[in-house]
């Protein structure tokens, strides 16, 4: 029996080798450094976080940036 399942248009990432996996989360983390605020410590960016949201559970999450080094809040989505 026939399925339809449409086709996407990207058929050559297909066979992407894994390097570019990881070349294209490389590159999100330096447009995602490039515009997000930069802390210097961990704590400053907690401190940030919870001043920006105020407890409504969906709280941003500080992460050490592989590009800058510093500290960076995921801006967290639905
Ligand atoms: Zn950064």
Redesign the pocket.
Known sequence: MPRRHPRRPVARHAGVPRVDAGLERERRARA??AA?D?YETESEARAMSLMHVPGRGNRSVAYQ?P????W?LTSPRP
């Not at 590009?67 to 510093?70: E, K, N, S, T, Y």
């Open positions: 995602a450094c997000k930069r940036c590009v800058c080094g510093g960076h």
